[in-house]
């Protein structure tokens, strides 16, 4: 359940990032839906409306309540419930299913908005060719940036991919309260650091994580994301700042949005302290 939400909370961080842009827009009232289906879980949604966004504005999200909103699929037709701020969900007895292809619709302002999908299959014969890296402590409170240069080699991601769909690598560190690898002076900026990073989404069989990247010590999930080409495109989309909530790709008809399915599995790996 905790990697089900921390995958969800990837997700969207990506998908909003794919809807900013520099200056204001002109928009229609569209309905903006966001939904990450999940093998062996319930049905989550959210749906907003699409807004005019400035450099000014303090938020571009006005949520959408009150819809009837079905998903069908494995022979079975889901209601989704409205739990208010644009939040929707189904039954959490609902488990969905690999391969399964689900059709989601409801009316918004005289427009069907409908997608389909399908959860793709879990990674199979996911491996890292290390399970530790040992790396030193950075003082750099005497001024001075993170350089890299940290030593160490790259980790090796590999899986299997006879189809060449899309998969990436979330590396989350999971300390209560880890040890930074850089030391910083008290009055620095420590906003810099991340206990998360990602990789692009690729059609390969393997990827690579360069020791670099990590910023603190312990313990670490490596997480191999299988996702739909659906959401490799608004990946790549979000690294553009022209970008704009009109224009990112999207397989919603007579909306925006996201409606995909995706699954992941989940290997440790520790930073250890030389």
């Known amino acids: 359940m905790k990697i089900y939400y921390f995958v969800i909370a990837l997700l969207l961080g990506a998908f909003l990032s794919s809807c900013s842009n ?28 699409e807004i005019p966004y400035s450099d000014q504005s ?14 069908t699929g494995d022979g079975k037709t889901y209601t989704l419930e409205s739990l208010g701020n644009g939040d929707y969900r189904s039954d959490t007895t609902v488990k969905l299913k690999v391969g ?11 427009k069907t908005i409908s997608a389909t999908t399908i959860i793709p299959t879990k990674p199979e014969n996911y ?10 402590q ?3 409170s005497s001024g001075g940036r993170p350089m890299g240069g940290m030593g160490g080699t790259n980790i090796q991601v590999t899986w299997d991919n006879t189809t060449s769909d899309y998969y ?3 590396v989350d560190n999971i300390e209560t309260d880890p040890t930074p690898i ?28 360069n020791p670099n990247e990590f910023q ?12 739909n080409p659906d959401y490799a495109a608004l990946y790549r989309s979000s690294g553009s700042t022209s970008q704009n909530i009109s224009t990112p790709p999207t397989s919603i008809t007579n909306g925006l949005g996201v409606f995909t399915g995706v699954n992941a599995d989940t290997l440790k790996f520790e930073v250890k302290q030389r």
């Open 138 to 140: 950075i003082d750099l």
């Open 127 to 136: 491996a890292l060719d290390q399970s530790s890296i040992y790396l030193s």
């Open 100 to 110: 399964v292809s689900y059709s989601m619709s409801f009316v918004y302002n005289g």
């Open 168 to 170: 990436f690598v979330v």
């Open 22 to 49: 520099e200056g204001s827009v002109e928009v229609t009232d569209n309905a903006v839906i966001e939904a990450y289906l999940v093998a062996g879980q319930y049905i989550s949604m959210h749906v907003k409306k």
């Open 216 to 227: 603190y010590f312990g313990m670490h999930n490596v997480i191999l994301m299988h996702v």
């Open 182 to 209: 850089y030391i910083l002076a008290d009055d620095a900026d420590s906003t810099m650091f991340t206990r998360r990073f990602r990789s692009q989404p690729v059609q390969g069989t393997s990827t690579s994580v």
């Open 58 to 71: 303090i938020s571009s999200e006005e949520p959408i309540d009150g819809l009837k909103i079905t998903v």
